[in-house]
């Protein structure tokens, strides 16, 4: 009876230590060092369930990691929404403009093209409100800039620049931008999206002799389907730098 009981304290004792250690060392995130006390304290059967959750917990956050860099999105922009010039309105609808602007182009897969999150393709989009009325009116240009890494540099080098001077478009504050390449009923997404596949499919042609082939003909594609908004920058024919008139050999030639 005494060496049962003295087992009984000995077993509720450990048992006790095991729980309250678990506990520290998880608080202080040191999963390692934890395992280790933990695994001291276990006998063979409880040492082989925790090697084997340790082994299976392991393996999911490795995957889930892969699997993220595997099928990260395309670009990394930078957005800026400039509303300097104008004066005397409400500002909350420029921010969130800036956010859904951000939003659209950064969470957006664009192609079907891998990219890891250091492959990501720096770019800035720098909208410039010239012009707002209150029923969501706004008159802008855009300054569009792509970079990409030098091979065996330490530098960057700019593969795409250019300034849009015509940009018009309608959004009331916290529309949500959407869009889709076979409609295209929204301005301010169709010229997102063109300069998003101009971006992507130069730097492709960057690494291979026409490797953004397939992106390019979406931004024409764009284009195309753009006819109908009756916008500045989609005309058939209009102005210097009508859409309709791109080469997918010369694209900065908007």
Not at 19 to 43: H, P
Not at 128 to 138: C, H, K, Q
Request: aromatic share 12%; charged share 20%.
């Amino acid at each position: 009876l005494y060496f049962s009981l003295v087992y009984s304290y000995r077993y509720i004792f450990a048992k006790k230590i095991l729980f309250t250690r678990c506990e520290k060392y998880s608080s202080k995130l040191d999963i390692s060092r934890s395992f280790i006390r933990i695994f001291a304290l276990s006998n063979s059967s409880m040492r082989m369930k925790i090697t084997i959750r340790y082994i299976v917990t392991w393996v999911i956050a490795l995957a889930g990691l892969l699997s993220q860099q595997a099928t990260a999105q395309e670009l990394e922009a930078k957005v800026v929404v400039n509303h300097s010039k104008i004066q005397g309105t409400n500002t909350s609808v420029f921010t969130t403009l800036q956010e859904a602007m951000t939003e659209f182009i950064n969470t957006r897969k664009w192609s079907n093209a891998q990219y890891t999150t250091r492959e990501k393709i720096a770019c800035s989009f720098n909208l410039i409100v010239n012009e707002y009325s209150d029923d969501g009116r706004f008159g802008c240009s855009l300054m569009v800039q792509a970079n990409r890494p030098v091979y065996n540099a330490s530098y960057n080098t700019t593969v795409f620049n250019f300034n849009d001077n015509a940009v018009d478009f309608n959004y009331i504050e916290h529309d949500k931008l959407e869009f889709s390449d076979d409609i295209v009923d929204n301005n301010l997404t169709a010229v997102l999206a063109y300069y998003a596949y101009l971006i992507i499919g130069l730097d492709m042609d960057t690494f291979a002799p026409k490797g953004g082939t397939d992106v390019l003909n979406k931004a024409e594609n764009v284009v195309n389907n753009a006819q109908m908004l009756g916008e500045d920058g989609w005309k058939a024919f209009g102005d210097s730098k009508n859409l309709s008139l791109i080469h997918i050999s010369e694209p900065t030639r908007r």
